[in-house]
């Protein structure tokens, strides 16, 4: 559970990279305005919801990778070290997107809901979710497929299959040739 909880994360920190690139072309379109990020830290900082403050861009990145690198985490651990389909991962940030800019961030007053949004920013947010999710599955796909390869995957119960003796990946795991595997 550990390896997969630490593959979601880094897997949600690589994809919040991707989807913030998503949400910087929109905010340079015109279509964002303020990044959701960006007025969500601003809300909680003392001094008044809507007033901008010192270092609020800094902290919403911050918050931002947080958030993402937790969702992956979740993600990860429910994954389980299998492999996902790229639209299961993007039904998961979907999820994510709708819960919160249809959930607790218009009821906490620091951005309307979806329908009540500024034109182009709903547009900008989905999008850039499904960025986040299909990135997210393959970046947790392609760590749990390589930690398979590498035979440091294996789950308690398992055996990971060993090579055939006198290979070039047995000798490398130090099984001499001539030596008979489980398998062979």
């Given at each position: 559970?550990?390896?997969?909880?630490?593959?979601?994360?880094?897997?949600?920190?690589?994809a919040?990279?991707?989807?913030?690139?998503?949400?910087?072309?929109?905010?340079?379109?015109?279509?964002?305005?303020?990044?959701?990020?960006?007025?969500?830290?601003?809300?909680?900082?003392?001094?008044?919801?809507?007033?901008?403050?010192?270092?609020?861009?800094?902290?919403?990145?911050?918050?931002?990778?947080g958030?993402?690198?937790?969702?992956?985490?979740?993600?990860?651990?429910?994954?389980?070290?299998?492999?996902?389909?790229?639209?299961?991962?993007?039904a998961?940030?979907?999820?994510?997107w709708?819960?919160?800019?249809?959930?607790?961030?218009?009821?906490?007053?620091?951005?309307?809901?979806?329908?009540?949004?500024?034109?182009?920013?709903?547009?900008?947010?989905?999008?850039?979710?499904?960025?986040?999710?299909?990135?997210?599955?393959?970046?947790?796909?392609?760590?749990?497929?390589?930690?398979r390869?590498?035979?440091?995957?294996?789950?308690t119960?398992?055996?990971?299959r060993?090579?055939?003796?006198?290979?070039?990946?047995?000798?490398?795991?130090?099984?001499?040739?001539?030596?008979?595997t489980?398998?062979?």
């Amino acid at each position: 559970m550990t390896r997969d909880l630490l593959r979601g994360a880094a897997g949600g920190v690589l994809a919040t990279a991707v989807m913030s690139a998503v949400m910087v072309a929109g905010e340079r379109a015109g279509l964002m305005g303020d990044q959701p990020p960006k007025r969500i830290v601003r809300a909680m900082l003392p001094g008044g919801r809507y007033r901008p403050k010192p270092g609020e861009g800094v902290l919403g990145a911050v918050a931002h990778f947080g958030f993402g690198a937790a969702a992956g985490a979740l993600y990860g651990v429910l994954a389980r070290g299998r492999r996902v389909a790229p639209p299961i991962g993007v039904a998961y940030a979907l999820g994510i997107w709708v819960g919160s800019y249809a959930g607790w961030v218009p009821r906490l007053g620091i951005l309307p809901s979806i329908p009540h949004d500024r034109p182009g920013r709903p547009a900008v947010m989905a999008a850039a979710h499904v960025v986040y999710g299909a990135a997210l599955t393959l970046a947790v796909n392609r760590m749990s497929r390589e930690e398979r390869a590498d035979g440091s995957g294996a789950r308690t119960g398992t055996a990971a299959r060993p090579e055939p003796a006198g290979t070039p990946a047995a000798r490398a795991a130090g099984t001499p040739a001539g030596t008979v595997t489980r398998d062979g």
